[in-house]
Every structure is written in structure tokens, then in C-alpha cells.
């Protein structure tokens, strides 16, 4: 049973460049969320994505941006970004509406330098 | 706003029972969920409370009150292996909101 997975595992990037992380949801999983955590912090909820459509979204700019493929696969773009953006980038998943019991990916770690 | 409380930290010996509290403030609080996570790892799922009651799944329990806004997790038998950081989280009418952590040390 394939877990969920990102990639890259590690990203440097420099100020005002644009980055793309990726995601693959667990098996069976339609639902992909995206989080940012920096360090010693609780995950962030940045947006959700459902039937290839940003279904929630946290209090995060448009510079944050996302997509959802028909085989529920995801992206997230950051624009314009800033030395503040440097964290760990998590990606989960869920089935349907089950928001409360997600599958966590092993994160992208980007910094911004 | 919106929010999640618990504990920074909490200390426990190795074979006794530790509980994390959470109190939330969430519009549209559809339940409550935790999540494990070890240093430098991602968060694992542990539990989740839809329903006011206690959810039991091994040595971890989760317990849920909607009327005071308030949820706890409970570990017995601790081990080593469960010194990480401990999350609650909760979901929204528009988001999901994380507690920041509360961080759990075990001493043999």
C-alpha cells in the first residue's frame, strides 16, 4: 500500500524565485492538503484540494497557489518568495470528507536564501 | 479567531500514563484529531474524535467533550519510543487549525 509522497525531499531556493512541490496521495485517497511548518511550530494549513478544485483554504497569500491532476496528484507554487517561506513543506492526504484523519507525507524541507 | 491550546511540554516516566489536553476555539468544529510526530519526521495519524466520548486504540485513547470545548489524549505504558510531539488539530468550516505541540519527554 503506497503512502503518500513528495518530492523534492530538500529545496534551495534563492529570494523572488518561484518554486514547485509535488505530492502523490496515499492509495485510494482523493483528498490533498498542504501545510507549512516551520520549526518548532504545528503544521500551517495552507489549502485543500478535492475533485481537482482548492475546496479550504489557511491565511496564506496568492503567492501560494495549487493544483490538483485527475489522478488526484498535486502541486504547490510559490511566487515572488521570500527568506519567510523557508519551512517544511508537508503534504497530506484523506478520503472524501474525512478531514480529520489525514496521511502525512515525509515534507519538502525548502530554504530561502 | 480561531484556535487550539495545550501544554508546551510534559514530562512522564517510562511505564506510567501521560494525558495531553487540548481546549479549541473552531467555528463549524466538525471533531478533533492527534497526531504524532518524532523529530525530523512527518505527523502520523493517531485518532480522531467526531462524536463526545472516549476512542481507545491500544495503548492510546482520545477523549472528546463538544459542550467544553475540550479534548485529551491519553497514552498508557509509555515507552521510550514515545517521546515526540504531540498535536492536536482541529476542522473547520474552512480550515483546519493545528495546535502548536505539545512536546512529550519520557524518563526511564
Known amino acids: 500500500d503506497a503512502g503518500v509522497t513528495q518530492s523534492p525531499t530538500h529545496l534551495i531556493k534563492t529570494r523572488g524565485q518561484q518554486v514547485t512541490l509535488r505530492c502523490s496521495p496515499k492509495s485510494g485517497h482523493d483528498t490533498v492538503s498542504w501545510y507549512q511548518q516551520a520549526l518548532g511550530q504545528g503544521p500551517q494549513f495552507i489549502f485543500q484540494y478535492y475533485e481537482e478544485e482548492e475546496r479550504q483554504r489557511g491565511n496564506f497569500p496568492d503567492r501560494f497557489s495549487g493544483h490538483q491532476f485527475p489522478n488526484y496528484s498535486s502541486e504547490l507554487n510559490v511566487n515572488a518568495l521570500l527568506l519567510g517561506d523557508s519551512a517544511l513543506y508537508l503534504c497530506a492526504s484523506s478520503l472524501g470528507g474525512r478531514q480529520g484523519e489525514q496521511y502525512f507525507g515525509p515534507g519538502t524541507r525548502l530554504t530561502v536564501t | 479567531g480561531q484556535s487550539l491550546e495545550q501544554p508546551s511540554e510534559v514530562t512522564a516516566v517510562e511505564g506510567a500514563i501521560v494525558q495531553i489536553n487540548c481546549t479549541y476555539q473552531t467555528s463549524g468544529f466538525y471533531g478533533l484529531s492527534w497526531y504524532q510526530q518524532h523529530d525530523g519526521g512527518a505527523p502520523t495519524f493517531l485518532s480522531y474524535n467526531a462524536l463526545d466520548g472516549l476512542e481507545e486504540t491500544g495503548r492510546f485513547s482520545s477523549f472528546l467533550s463538544r459542550s467544553d470545548s475540550y479534548g485529551y489524549l491519553l497514552l498508557q505504558e509509555l515507552q521510550m519510543k514515545d517521546s515526540a510531539s504531540y498535536f492536536c488539530?482541529?476542522?473547520?468550516?474552512?480550515?483546519?487549525?493545528f495546535g502548536k505541540g505539545t512536546r512529550l519527554h519520557i524518563l526511564p
Open positions: 488539530a482541529g476542522a473547520g468550516d474552512d480550515k483546519i487549525i
